[in-house]
């Protein structure tokens, strides 16, 4: 069997933590769960810190902090890790301070030593992790797009924002891609629609735990935040011709957004998948 573990939005912190005091312990407390669910793979779909971009020591504590783990890992980088464009980089200078540098030069690739974007297979699953900018200066829509061209099996895909909304109400209904990723979203979720290969895509980003479909037979999985909160991810199991996914609750915050951001939703409802079974989706399109 292959068992993916997806989780998001750490938001690691050195010490002395700056924006989250208590934020390293908290994902600590997450370390034993995740270590139990012995994956093949751990995904980590970005704001691995909360200032890399400004500060590449804080990318590098969280290197060592996915390194001691001892799992086989993938991340890739957030607005907080590798900022998504000017305009969010001159309104939070710290924490998505904008790099404008080639790829190679940034804080997130020189740490990871990784490029724009990284295939990896796990038994039958292929696996295309997107690091993407406003604008893609680093060319990442093409090199995925000649991915998608050459699969000839299921894979995941994997980036930091939601390409549809993940909620009807609240904070969540108009907070995902819009302000970091506008201009080349169409063309990502073009790219994904296109090919039924694809079965699904994992994101964060929102601090919560959510299922959409962004079209077609095309789920969005979105992690919570494993440190703030939502503190919960996703177990992907290959199991015969389906990937069953459950929930996995991470040793942080089960909630990130306030009350009054919720319009008049529960609080755990809004931040949580709360699904009795496994979610069920078939690694083969069906034929219409
Ligand atoms: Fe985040
Ligand atoms: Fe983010």
């Known amino acids: 069997m ?3 573990v997806h989780v998001s939005d750490l938001h690691f912190e ?3 933590e700056r924006f989250k005091p208590g934020i390293r312990q908290i994902l600590d407390r997450s370390i034993p769960l995740l270590q139990a669910t012995d994956p093949d793979l751990l995904v980590v779909t970005g704001d691995l810190t909360s200032y890399g971009c400004f500060d590449r020591s804080q990318l590098m504590g969280v290197r060592r902090w996915l390194d001691g783990l001892g799992l086989a890992y993938l991340a890739i980088p957030g607005n907080h890790d590798l900022s998504a464009n000017t305009v969010r980089g001159s309104a939070y200078p710290i924490m998505e301070t904008y790099e404008a540098v080639p790829w190679k030069r940034t804080n997130f690739a020189s740490t990871f030593d990784q490029e724009p974007l990284v295939i990896v297979q796990e038994g039958p699953l292929t696996l295309l992790a997107i ?3 406003e604008g893609d200066p680093d060319g990442a829509l093409e090199q995925l797009s000649a991915a998608l061209d ?5 894979a995941l895909v994997l980036g930091h924002y939601p390409l549809v909304a993940t909620k009807d109400l609240g904070v969540l209904a108009t907070f995902g891609y819009e302000g970091y990723i506008d ?4 063309r990502l979720l073009n790219l994904l629609l296109a090919q039924p290969l694809v079965r699904a895509y994992l994101c964060g980003h929102v601090h919560a735990q959510t299922v959409t479909t962004l079209g077609g037979e095309l789920v969005q999985l979105s992690a919570g935040g494993l440190g703030p909160g939502a503190s919960a991810g996703w177990i992907l199991d290959v199991k015969g011709p389906n990937l069953e996914v459950r929930s996995l609750p991470g040793g942080g915050p089960r909630a990130f957004w306030p009350q009054e951001m919720l319009g008049d939703c529960d609080p755990l409802d809004y931040h949580l998948w709360c699904g009795n079974e496994p979610l069920i989706i078939p690694l083969s399109p069906s034929v219409s």
């Open 2 to 4: 292959t068992r993916i």
């Open 14 to 16: 050195l010490a002395p």
């Open 131 to 133: 690091a993407l900018r």
């Open 150 to 154: 050459d699969l000839d099996g299921p």
């Open 183 to 186: 201009g080349v979203r169409d």
